[in-house]
Structure formats: structure tokens, C-alpha cells
């Protein structure tokens, strides 16, 4: 009799940044029962249901402090443990990824009390607070920069990098359903998965320059920003969001982007030189620390985006279309991607769940 598929639960919620390296490695893991936790109101769930059970929890973040509204918060965490462990048992899963976050808390602490292995993907450079907190308790901390490890001093890590979904990896071009002519200079921004709108506001005041010099621009906004019909151009296309980031940053010549470490490790991937501006309002500034592991090599050139005017960013821009850097910085990019990195944390799940 052939034996029964392995079952793994992943706890992935929120942001694409969370939720795209889990998919990565699902899609690795075919022959495993996958089934996922999240909560309810997240993209979780127009991402997942359509590939994996979703089940979800109520689950939310401490604010400073423990006030009243903490103790409920308390409250609600001993009850997802409560439900996670239920979950874990009756659905007679054999392991817990997760890729940390508010999730991970009740999904660690309900996988340890049962005994089974649980590893945390942590895809930032400088860990967040629950992957500091539960790190220890996990079978593997995979990290998506090595730096991360040294904040990690009590947790068994391994450098993995972050995986990124499949089309990233296909050799193969996926075509763009966008009318972008092929010999033109093509430069892609984003706000890693919500958009941002300081950097919309930047962009558009400065792309008719770029437009000028020959470049076209795709502009992915996001969908929160009431000023996306201000600018209008036959060489600038405006989306909320693309299905195709693949396709985009395959084309792309240049990247300007906030530095989510999704994004990031995308863009090496695909090869692409970026102009980073960190979202100066993540937790503890991470975005900054993730941007240093990319400046560091010549990959990127990262602006504060408190000291970043629409003059510099012109200017930057339009020197960097026509000067060799540009090629210099793509190459930069490219050598630090790790495009095996979903095989390779696939392999520790493996590993670790099989054992
Ligand atoms: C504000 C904030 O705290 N953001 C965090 C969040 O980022 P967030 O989820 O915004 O960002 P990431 O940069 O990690 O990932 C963005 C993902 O969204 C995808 N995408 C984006 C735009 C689009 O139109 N289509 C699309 O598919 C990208 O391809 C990428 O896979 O989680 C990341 C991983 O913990 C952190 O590093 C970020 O700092």
C-alpha cells in the first residue's frame, strides 16, 4: 500500500510579503496534504482558498503596553492556541511551516505542545519581534539574509534566502499583455503588495522627464491612492496591482520600489537594478536594513524617503538610463539571487517533518 501523503499546515497571513514565500515552498511540496491558517480579513483569503483549505483564527499584534484592549488581545491568543492545537490534531498533520508574523505566535507555541516540528521562514533582514521571541522554540529558523542570523543567537538558522513563486524561475519570458514596444528603456514601480502612495506622488511628479528621454513606466499603485488619474501619457501605464511580477520584472530595466524583502529578493532574481526608498514607518525601520543588504553590493541606490525630493529622483533616474552603472548594478543584483532557494527550503521541510 502506498503510503499516505505527509500533511503540513502553513501559517502565512497578511501581506504578499508574507504570504508569496509560503506559496513558493507549497509549490514545491506536491506530493504533501497542505492546508493553510490565516485569519479572516487578510489577502489570505482571495490568495488561498483557490489552491488550499484555508482555516482561520482570530489573531491580532500587541500595541505597547498591556492595557485593557491587551488583555483581550490575550485573551484571543490563548483561545487560537487553543483552536490551532484542535486544527493540528484532527486534521492529523505531521508538521507547522510559517513565515512568522502574528500567526506564527499560536501556531509555534500549538505545534511544540504536541510534539510536532515546526520551522519559521523569516524573509527580513533584521527578524521581526516574534521571530525573535519564537525562533527558539522552532525546529529551523530558514533566514532570507544571512545577517539575519546574528539576531538570531539562540535559534538553530540556516541561510535558505526567500523562495519566490514559479513563474520567477521558468526560463521562459511570460509574455506581457502590455503594449510596451520591445528596444525601450521600461522602469517598474512599486509599494511592495499595498502600493505607496508618497512614492506614487514622487514618481509622478518627476516621469515626464523620463518619458522625454524615451522610457516608459509601468506604475503599480496599489489601490488607495486618489490621485492615480493625475498623470496621463501614452508611455505610462497605471495598474493597482499586477497578477504578472514575473513578467514585469523580466522586462524591467529599472526598478523604483519600496524595500520589502519580497520585492527584493524578486528583483535579484530577475536581475533587476532598483532605486529603493524603505518605508520609513516599518517596525523597528527593517526595511532600511533590508535595503543595506542590496546597496551594500552596488545592486541598489537607496534614498530616505524624508530627504528624497522630485529633483533628485529626475535626475538620478535620467543619469542612470544612460550611464554604464545601470548594466553594473543589474549584474550586482543578479549574483546575490539564490534561484534554489525554494528547493532548498522545501529540503528542510522535508528533512525536518519526515524525520
Ligand atoms: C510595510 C511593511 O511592513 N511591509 C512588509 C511586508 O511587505 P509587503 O507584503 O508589502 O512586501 P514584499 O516586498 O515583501 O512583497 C511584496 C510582494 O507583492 C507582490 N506584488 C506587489 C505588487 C503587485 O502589483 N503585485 C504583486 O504580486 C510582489 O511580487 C512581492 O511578492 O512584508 C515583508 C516581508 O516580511 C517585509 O519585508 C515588508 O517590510
Known amino acids: 500500500m502506498a503510503n499516505a501523503p505527509i500533511r503540513l499546515l502553513i501559517a502565512a497571513s497578511g501581506t504578499g510579503g508574507h504570504l508569496f514565500p509560503a506559496i513558493a515552498l507549497a509549490e514545491q511540496l506536491p506530493d504533501y496534504q497542505i492546508e493553510w491558517l490565516g485569519v479572516p480579513n487578510r489577502l489570505e483569503r482571495s490568495l488561498v482558498p483557490k489552491q488550499y483549505p484555508l482555516n482561520t483564527i482570530a489573531v491580532e499584534g500587541f500595541q505597547q503596553g498591556l492595557g485593557f484592549s491587551s488583555l483581550g488581545i490575550l485573551g484571543k491568543l490563548v483561545g487560537s492556541i487553543l483552536q490551532v ?25 500549538a505545534a511544540r505542545s504536541l510534539g510536532l516540528p515546526v520551522i519559521l521562514h523569516e524573509s527580513n533582514a533584521l527578524p521581526g519581534k516574534v521571530t525573535r521571541f519564537f525562533g527558539p522554540w522552532c525546529d529551523a529558523v530558514a533566514v532570507g539574509f544571512e545577517v539575519a542570523a546574528k539576531y538570531l543567537p539562540r535559534a538553530k538558522t540556516i541561510y535558505t534566502n526567500t523562495p519566490v513563486r514559479s513563474p520567477f524561475l521558468d526560463s521562459q519570458i ?6 510596451i514596444p520591445e528596444n525601450v528603456p521600461l522602469i517598474v514601480v512599486f509599494g511592495g503588495s499595498q502600493g505607496a502612495v508618497a512614492i ?18 509601468v506604475h503599480l499603485t496599489g489601490d488607495n491612492d486618489p490621485e492615480v488619474e493625475n498623470l496621463q501619457h501614452p508611455q505610462y501605464i497605471v495598474l493597482p496591482f499586477s497578477d504578472n511580477m514575473a513578467g514585469l520584472l523580466k522586462r524591467a530595466d529599472l526598478a523604483i520600489s519600496r524595500s520589502g524583502a519580497g ?5 535579484a532574481v530577475c536581475g533587476v537594478p532598483s532605486i529603493l526608498i524603505p518605508y520609513p514607518f516599518a517596525a523597528e525601520d527593517h526595511q ?12 541598489a ?6 530627504e528624497l525630493s522630485a529633483e533628485v529622483l529626475q535626475s538620478k533616474v535620467l543619469y542612470l538610463l544612460q550611464s554604464p552603472q545601470l548594466a553594473d548594478m543589474a549584474e550586482k543584483s543578479k549574483a ?11 529540503q528542510l521541510v522535508r528533512d525536518l517533518v519526515e524525520m
Open 263 to 267: 520585492s527584493l529578493t524578486e528583483m
Open 288 to 299: 532600511t536594513y533590508n535595503a543595506e543588504v542590496f546597496t551594500s553590493v552596488g545592486a
Open 336 to 346: 546575490i539571487a539564490v534561484p534554489d532557494s525554494a528547493a532548498k527550503l522545501a
Open 174 to 179: 511570460v509574455p506581457l499583455d502590455l503594449p
Open 301 to 306: 541606490i537607496a534614498f530616505k524617503q524624508s
Open 200 to 217: 506614487n506622488k514622487l514618481v509622478r511628479s518627476c516621469a515626464t522627464a523620463w518619458f522625454d528621454a524615451g522610457a516608459w513606466v
Open 85 to 109: 492545537r484542535k486544527l493540528l490534531k484532527k486534521g492529523n498533520f505531521q508538521g507547522v511551516f510559517t513565515t512568522g508574523g502574528y500567526i506564527a505566535g499560536p501556531a509555534v507555541i
